[in-house]
């Protein structure tokens, strides 16, 4: 097992540098970079500014200037003094070549050092951790909630299939599947805060300006008040899928012939279920548990952030994406690329604990 997990952390180093590498160039050659829209606000040239967002004219470069140095800077720098450009450039760090940034990237990298943000002025480091709490809340306790919801509804759909439970149930899943978080969201502060009926939670933040003062009761009380409403609307858009996929790979354990033989056997129905079915059934389960809590600080909570005004991670990345913050948008990238090839192999090791038949330690 130990060999097994030394092999799997030296394949992150490769894994991280391809996906890293790759996100650098392709980001690297989209128009609209930092330089340009810095231009822009200088010379409040909103058709320039939306030229160089649609792609045009961005092989222009200002005089002075190189096109690799200035990343596409646009027929807008042509009114500017070409030592103003430079030194714009020298600002945002686009003073040198495309590969040497790339490599000093990789060097910061390694030893997480992630730079500094272009518009917010602090550093990324700083940032993220200052963002994390919102978005460690919203993505334990959602998905949380939604492994403690679905997995046992989607057991006990399996063991009464076609009973009235899983008939009601089944029709209530697909309600939560066909409405979108966010208008659940919108649906909830409607109702429940202060929207048009009654006014029981609160709309924005994590906590209450007074939260400092409260006592330790008071202040996990009001913690969870802030976050009962997102909580939910993100939990209702994601145990759907994972309770009919609980169902359905039960379902499928259950029409086997090793279960046919353990209760020719004699043995209980819990203990069929529960000492045979069920580690055979979980690994699948288990196998999406990283790629789903990933995706809880990411796409899956920013609109969430919006509607709630909440200040986390993905709406720092939507923010960092469309103002074309490259130490943000990398460091972001960076992090949690490593995170979720952590969770990776943890869901791999977990594996032996659902089932102790599987040895990793026999792999070559």
Do not use: C
Request: aromatic share 12%; glycine share 10%; net charge neutral.
């Amino acid at each position: 097992m130990l060999a097994y997990i030394l092999r799997r952390l030296v394949l992150i180093i490769p894994t991280l540098w391809g996906i890293v590498t790759i996100n650098f160039f392709i980001v690297q050659a989209a128009p609209g970079g930092p330089v340009e829209q810095m231009i822009a606000r200088l010379q409040g040239d909103a058709v320039g500014a939306t030229e160089r967002f649609t792609g045009r004219d961005t092989g222009e470069v200002a005089e002075g200037g190189s096109q690799e140095n200035t990343v596409g800077v646009s027929r807008g720098a042509r009114g500017l003094d070409p030592e103003l450009v430079a030194k714009i450039e020298k600002l945002y760090g686009f003073d040198e070549p495309l590969l040497v940034r790339y490599l000093k990237m990789l060097r910061n990298y390694v030893v997480f050092r992630l730079g500094e943000s272009l518009f917010y002025g602090r550093s990324v480091v700083d940032l993220i951790l200052s963002k994390l709490p919102v978005s460690v809340s919203l993505g334990v306790w959602s998905t949380l909630l939604i492994y403690l919801i679905s997995i046992p509804m989607g057991i006990r759909k399996a063991v009464h299939h076609g009973s009235r439970f899983d008939v009601w149930t089944s029709s209530a899943i697909v309600v939560g599947y066909a409405i979108p978080g966010f208008l659940f969201a919108i649906l909830l502060i409607v109702v429940f805060a202060g929207g048009v009926y009654l006014d029981w939670f609160p709309l924005r933040g994590l906590t209450s300006d007074n939260f400092a003062a409260l006592t330790w009761g008071a202040k996990i009380l009001d913690y969870f008040w802030h976050l009962a409403l997102p909580v939910t609307a993100m939990v209702i858009g994601g145990f759907a899928t994972l309770t009919m996929l609980t169902k359905n790979t039960f379902l499928d354990e259950i029409g086997k012939q090793y279960v046919v033989t353990a209760r020719a056997k004699g043995l209980s129905e819990a203990r069929v279920l529960y000492g045979h079915v069920f580690r055979n059934a979980m690994l699948i389960i288990i196998a999406g548990f990283p790629a789903a809590f990933v995706s809880m600080f990411f796409t899956g909570s920013l609109l969430i952030e919006t509607i709630f005004t909440l200040d986390g991670l993905g709406l720092l990345g939507f923010e960092a994406a469309i103002n074309r913050d490259y130490p943000v948008m990398f460091g972001t990238l960076y992090i949690f690329t490593l995170l979720g090839l952590l969770l990776k192999l943890v869901s791999d090791l977990t594996y032996t604990v659902v089932d102790p038949r599987i040895d990793f330690e026999a792999r070559g």
